[in-house]
């Protein structure tokens, strides 16, 4: 005989089973998705919480938006989305790159191409978004990538210190920073040497190609940047990655820097958009599923080619859930295995009617699938009798895209 709880379950169940009507106002799961405003997604975070510890999703040569000529696109565009896209939508670390002109000022470049974006629009979309959310922060990562413009009167360093860091939107705190310290501030990350001012965080040594540590004063930092790989390697790589930030979450001062980006062969089939597409979804899933089966690891700050909505899951959503990745209480569903695709878990009956692929359950739970709506056909029960949530990948039990019916209780 079933409970009351468990019979309310059912009953829920079933009625969105048997009525159209209700199919727009029943879930099925007894917690929601937390909903987050992505545009401001650091107000529910507290003061005290390092930088280095959160888990922030950042853009790839941030600046490449202008470029439009399709040879050049094609082997130096990364992002398709301008500043403001980018920040609304929850990136909090750019990788601006720049050139030394011959009139003082620092334009954008990915190598030897000049991407028709100055330094200062980049600061000035920041100052105004920071005005409008000033729960946020903006991280800087800046370094010269091209030689200085003929002409050039001073260093890329110097010009920089001298006539941007002093504006007042630039931290200028060092050592141990919190959020609290940088709301409604741009945090500059050094990627150059030879500096002369304080504020931010410190340069670091950097190896090229590949996946590596590196320390400077309070900090500790791990960074996987393996550009020049193929795909394989990469997406291996990126997995890693993940795995020593789950590893090496409890120094509040490591930052861990995950990369999800390839360079382009210069083709359509090779681009940095072709890698993206496969990349960033397969990224998202493997976030989701940490923070699933691991309630309170972290993501680490993850850097990403073409941030936006074309590929499920959203490797930006992803990362900022992470953030705020709750023990699980009820089943979750999703469209393919490994809980990738859609989550399916909040939707009507008629929006994951056999379309279910992997499961994930929490501790001591046990559900019965079924193939038919009215709790016949083929059936299976699946139970997790640990403490924490379990993936379950139908596939394994011959019910790939076949469920359309449940029943769940705790055991």
């Given amino acids: 005989m079933l409970n009351n709880k468990n019979f309310l379950v059912s009953i829920i169940v079933l009625l969105a089973m048997f009525s159209t009507f209700f199919d727009s106002k029943l ?13 401001k997604w650091m107000e529910h975070i507290p003061d005290s919480k390092t930088l280095a510890e959160m888990s922030i999703p950042g853009t790839h040569d941030s ?15 990364t992002q398709e989305h301008d500043f ?10 750019f990788d601006i790159r720049g050139r030394v002109t011959d009139d003082n000022t620092i ?3 990915h190598g030897s191409v000049y991407l028709r974006v100055t330094l200062w629009e980049f600061i000035n979309k920041a100052r105004s978004f920071l005005k409008s959310y000033p729960s946020e922060t903006i991280i800087m990562s800046l370094k010269e990538d091209y030689d200085p413009m003929p002409g050039a009167k001073d260093s890329f360093v110097n010009t920089f210190e001298e006539h941007y860091f002093g504006d007042p939107i630039f931290l200028k705190k060092q050592g141990k920073i919190t959020l609290g310290d940088a709301r409604g501030k741009i945090v500059l990350f050094r990627r150059y040497t030879g500096s002369e001012m304080t504020g931010g965080f410190p340069n670091f040594w950097w190896k090229d190609n590949a996946t590596f540590n590196s320390s400077s004063g309070d900090y500790k930092l791990t960074v996987q940047d393996k550009y020049n790989e193929n795909y394989d390697t990469k997406k291996n790589a990126i997995e890693d990655m993940l795995e020593k930030t789950v590893e090496n979450e ?18 359509a089939w090779n681009s940095a958009y072709y890698y993206a597409s496969y990349l960033n979804s397969d990224t998202a899933t493997k976030v989701r599923l940490k923070n699933l089966l691991f309630p309170g690891s972290k993501a680490g700050w993850v850097i990403m080619d073409y941030v936006g909505d074309r590929w499920d899951p959203k490797l930006y959503e992803e990362v900022i859930r992470a953030n705020f990745n709750d023990k699980i209480y009820s089943p979750q569903f999703f469209e393919h295995i490994d809980a990738g695709g859609r989550n399916l878990t909040n939707l009507p009956h008629s929006q994951w009617n056999d379309q279910v692929s992997s499961i994930i359950l929490p501790g001591h739970t ?8 009215n709790y016949t056909g083929d059936s299976f029960v699946l139970g997790n009798y640990n403490n924490q949530p379990k993936l379950f990948n139908l596939t394994s039990y011959n019910f790939n895209d076949k469920m359309s019916a449940y029943e769940w209780k705790r055991i």
């Fill in 107 to 109: 334009v954008l470049h």
């Fill in 366 to 373: 046990q559900i019965t699938i079924y193939e038919h709506a």
């Fill in 63 to 77: 600046g490449t938006f202008k470029l439009s000529e399709p040879i050049t696109a094609v082997w130096a565009q």
């Fill in 84 to 93: 403001s896209y980018q920040m609304n939508h929850g990136i909090r670390f």
């Fill in 250 to 267: 409890s120094n509040p001062n490591h930052i861990h820097i995950n990369f999800t980006s390839l360079a382009s062969g210069g083709t």
């Fill in 27 to 39: 879930t099925f799961a007894d917690t929601k998705k937390r909903e987050i405003d992505f545009s």
